[in-house]
């Protein structure tokens, strides 16, 4: 084979994956050939000719890997917002969320509502809680205690129920207080309605995701019991329903909302709102508001429990 032929071949415009292989094969079988003919043939080895034939190959593999590298960029950057965008602020669009209702605010993951450091972080959440505290939620949390302890120390269920993050809050709550939060005490009836996967597979399935808590307070409410539901929007339609069901079967209403409390304003009997419209801040506050109303529910039942 001739070292044009082979250069010919090499730069044939092939993918360059087939270009690698091309060179690794045809590079050292060259080589041996050019040793044969200098040998059986007695003529003078041809130095310029060796050094090309070893040279070639690997020329054209580290074009190869190069033009595989640039593929790469080009595959892994045609998705990216162009630059301007994020210096200009991210774009931000409304996207519907079939089965739970309301929309949520997606922004370009890149840079939407990201803090400069961790202290930038710690102190958005230290504004939030300030901000929290004058809000004066300390009578309201103070009903949700007061409504949620004659509830349990009457044998009566606290219900709870949420979507998502709030879904994993909603759990947070029934461990704290079927379990143990601080104290030594009996178990309280506190039903998590996002666990029994089962029930809510099978509802939504042959039913629809909207009603699938509303069933569940169906199933397990009682008239004298509590309904938590945990929504940041308040918008969320199966916690909507679910406080209709409640209300519907005389059970207290305990909503923990973002600000403004959407459409479960109306529906709660106690209302828990967040003055944020950010979802992982309002969750954040959540975490708090719940923690300090297991922590005195826990501690008045155990009390009721002695005497």
């Known amino acids: 084979m001739r070292q044009d032929t082979f250069l010919s071949l090499a730069t044939s415009g092939g993918v360059p994956k087939r270009a690698l292989k091309v060179a690794l094969i045809v590079g050292p079988l060259l080589t041996v050939i050019n040793q044969w003919q200098a040998v059986v043939g007695q003529a003078p080895l041809d130095w310029t000719k060796v050094a090309l034939t070893l040279l070639v190959p690997y020329c054209v593999a580290t074009l190869g890997a190069v033009g595989m590298r ?12 162009p630059t301007a965008g994020l210096h200009a602020g991210a774009a931000s669009t409304t996207m519907p969320r079939p089965g739970i209702g309301g929309t949520v605010s997606k922004q370009n993951p890149i840079s939407a509502g990201m803090s400069d450091s961790f202290l930038d972080y710690l102190t958005s959440a230290q504004n ?16 949700a205690i007061t409504a ?16 998502g993050g709030s879904a994993a809050d909603s759990q947070h709550i029934a461990g704290e207080l079927v379990a143990r939060f601080l104290v030594e005490r009996p178990g309280l009836k506190v039903i998590d309605l996002c666990s029994n996967v089962a029930t809510m597979t099978a509802w939504s399935n042959d039913y629809d995701y909207q009603t699938v808590f509303a069933r569940q307070v169906e199933a397990y409410g009682e008239q004298g019991g509590v309904l938590v539901g945990i929504s940041t929007s308040g918008n969320s339609a199966n916690v909507v329903a679910a406080c209709d069901r409640a209300k519907t079967a005389g059970m207290t209403v305990i909503g923990l909302t973002g600000q403004g409390g959407g ?23 959540h975490v708090v508001l719940y923690h300090y109303i297991c922590q005195h529910v826990e501690a008045r039942c155990a009390q009721a429990s002695t005497d």
Request: net charge positive.
């Open 128 to 143: 939030l809680l300030a901000k929290t505290r004058e809000a004066d939620l300390g009578p309201k949390v103070e009903a």
């Open 70 to 81: 640039r593929k790469f960029l080009r595959d892994a950057t045609s998705h990216i917002a």
């Open 148 to 163: 949620m302890t004659t509830a349990l120390s009457a044998g009566k269920p606290v219900l709870v129920c949420g979507n």
């Open 263 to 285: 459409d479960m304003r109306d529906r709660c009997d106690v209302l828990l709102d967040v003055p944020s419209s950010s979802t992982p801040r309002i969750q954040e506050i």
